[in-house]
Nanobody
Framework: VQLVESGGGLVQPGGSLRLSCAAS????????MTWYRQAPGKEREMVAD????????NYADSVKGRFTISRDNAKNTVYLQMNSLKPADTAVYYC?????????WGQGTQVTVSS
């Protein structure tokens, strides 16, 4: 089982990034996918999730209207489009796969928003 995040980096405030999480080794289309983030000295928090078929999404209040989660079950990949980034969005971003059969985590990708 692998979840591999990519797309992080350094971006200026107001900029955009698109994170990807490529999954392998499990039935991706049966899993709820969630993006979490953890800033230095803070607890890990949920950013956005999407149901297995992609029909429903849910967002943390802090990112509503700026971030969009999506998935491509044919490519076993979940995405997080992040727009209007703020310094407060600086964190390591992790993807998580969850179903009744278990849960898996990726290794994380660093997002830094700074001028």
């Amino acid at each position: 089982v692998q979840l591999v995040e990519s797309g992080g980096g350094l971006v200026q405030p107001g900029g955009s990034l698109r994170l990807s999480c490529a999954a392998s080794g499990f039935a991706f289309s049966s899993y709820v996918m969630t993006w979490y983030r953890q800033a230095p000295g803070k607890e890990r928090e949920m950013v956005a999730d999407i149901t297995s078929a992609g029909g429903r999404t849910n967002y943390a209040d802090s990112v509503k209207g700026r971030f969009t989660i999506s998935r491509d079950n044919a490519k076993n990949t979940v995405y997080l489009q992040m727009n209007s980034l703020k310094p407060a969005d600086t964190a390591v971003y992790y993807c998580n796969a969850w179903s009744n059969g278990g849960a898996y985590w990726g290794q994380g990708t660093q997002v830094t928003v700074s001028s």
